[in-house]
């Protein structure tokens, strides 16, 4: 397998994921139009035009079929993966930091971040409810103004716990039934998470 070098954006990467089958792999940076490419040979599919600040997050659902990105225009968009064109998009108090669809697609996890006197939260909503244009948060999780933002996160097993990565160093673990921090582990010395966060 040869290396491939891909053109098609202005500023620094934010992520990039593969679809389930590897064939795709999705791309979103510092500029504020995510890209799509085959995997195989470099060659760009498209370019997703809607969002006006940085994309921090993109995610595609497991039969690559629906795409989701996050931004710093204070907003998260469904896409329809086949034609390139937005399905919704649900406005937010602040920047979208990390997004994400359950393992199962039937729900999508996002989190804000801690700007413009607004908390960090993470919100969960049903992806046909989103799809639908219903922006009502099946569940939300406010991060104690004491706590590092989140930065990263994705879904555990069987869609029953969400995992995050906080700007701290500390990982997280959420019961997305109670809405509880179950687990916290940190690194940083013999301190509880807790007295490190």
């Known amino acids: 397998m040869k290396p491939l070098l891909l053109h098609g ?13 590897g064939d795709l792999l999705f791309s979103c940076s510092k500029d504020s139009n995510p890209n799509v490419w085959y995997s195989l040979n470099g060659e760009r599919l498209g370019t997703l035009v809607k969002h006006t600040g940085t994309v921090w997050c993109i995610d595609v659902n497991w039969d ?7 931004a710093a225009d204070n907003s998260i968009v469904l896409w329809d993966c086949k034609t390139g064109t937005p399905i919704s998009s649900v406005e937010t108090k602040n920047a979208v930091r990390t997004c994400g669809f359950s ?12 700007t413009m006197k607004q908390d960090c939260e993470i919100h969960i909503v049903d992806a046909n409810d989103m799809a639908s244009g219903d922006q009502e948060a099946i569940l939300r999780i406010t991060i104690d103004k004491n706590m590092s933002k989140v930065t990263s996160a994705f879904w555990g097993p069987l869609d029953k716990y969400i995992i995050t990565g906080h700007e701290n160093g500390n990982l997280m673990q959420w019961d997305i039934n109670t809405g509880k921090n179950i687990t916290c582990v940190s690194e940083i010395g013999r301190a509880s998470c807790r007295e490190r966060v």
């Open 9 to 21: 954006h202005e500023r620094a990467i934010t992520q990039i994921k593969y679809n389930r089958e």
């Open 64 to 70: 690559t079929t629906k795409v989701i990105t996050g």
């Open 103 to 114: 393992y199962s697609g039937r729900m999508v996890m996002y989190s804000t971040d801690n």
